[in-house]
């Protein structure tokens, strides 16, 4: 089976741009969560979608946004970028909302400058 | 409110010495505990984890961690450190039978040397 896989790899953008990112869960996986990771905050949850609804968001601001298909992808989008959205944004995929084990892609490293 | 400690950022072993990765947690309720390793460019992969049915939980690459409910503790061990072991270690807490968020540690980055 093939892995979470994310979209681009690494993108960088200037300030005040937006930007939207792609993740493609394990087959059959219905739920999609994506955490921002930064060397000061660490890993922080952004929101976590499953069947193409919201069930649960992080404390992050309304620039942060996503939303899922059909077909389980999921996209996030960053309005107005600011040099702190840098980071490595992660996706991780489970079968359905109570899998207690939560599958990772590589990331999309966004810089913003 | 859950909370993971993972104290210091940085530990460096030889090769063959064993690894103690510690992790403190704190949860209002019966937690699960997860330990997930990055390596560098890399996403998160689950080492293991802990769901209530044994305190002492193996993994894979000869990992283990043993919860502890009176220390509060889930220490990530291996008793002998293998080169390929460098990387970085995140200790992660969920509620809920481990439905809910990840809330993840600062992480501890191990250094093997030769």
């Known amino acids: 089976k093939a892995g979470v896989t994310q979209t681009p790899r690494y993108l960088i953008k200037t300030r005040g741009q937006q930007v939207t990112l792609s993740c493609s869960p394990i087959?059959?996986?219905?739920?999609v969560s994506w955490y921002q990771q930064t060397p000061g905050q660490g890993l922080q949850f952004l929101f976590e979608?499953?069947?193409?609804?919201?069930?649960n968001k992080g404390n992050f601001p309304g620039r942060f946004s996503g939303r899922q298909f059909s077909n389980s992808r999921s996209e996030m989008n960053v309005s107005t970028l600011e040099l702190g959205d840098s980071a490595l944004y992660l996706c991780?995929?489970?079968?359905?909302?109570?899998?207690?084990?939560?599958?990772f892609g590589p990331g999309t490293r966004l810089t913003v400058l | 409110a859950q909370s993971v400690t993972q104290l210091g950022s940085h530990v460096s072993v030889s090769e063959g010495a064993l690894v103690l990765l510690r992790c403190n947690y704190s949860?209002?309720?019966?937690?699960?505990l997860f330990w997930y390793v990055q390596y560098p460019n890399q996403g998160l992969q689950l080492l293991l984890k802990?769901?209530?049915?044994?305190?002492l939980v193996k993994g894979i690459n000869g990992f283990e961690a043993e919860f502890k409910k009176s220390e509060t503790s889930f220490h990530l061990t291996k008793p002998s450190a293998h080169m390929s072991d460098a990387a970085e270690y995140f200790c992660?807490?969920?509620?809920?039978?481990?439905?809910?968020?990840?809330?993840f540690g600062k992480g501890m980055k191990l250094t093997v040397n030769p």
């Open positions: 992660a807490v969920s509620d809920k039978g481990g439905s809910e968020k990840l809330v």
């Open positions: 802990y769901t209530s049915a044994a305190t």
């Open positions: 979608y499953f069947s193409e609804t919201q069930r």
């Open positions: 087959s059959g996986h219905r739920s």
């Open positions: 949860s209002s309720v019966p937690p699960y």
């Open positions: 991780a995929s489970r079968p359905n909302a109570g899998s207690n084990e939560q599958f």
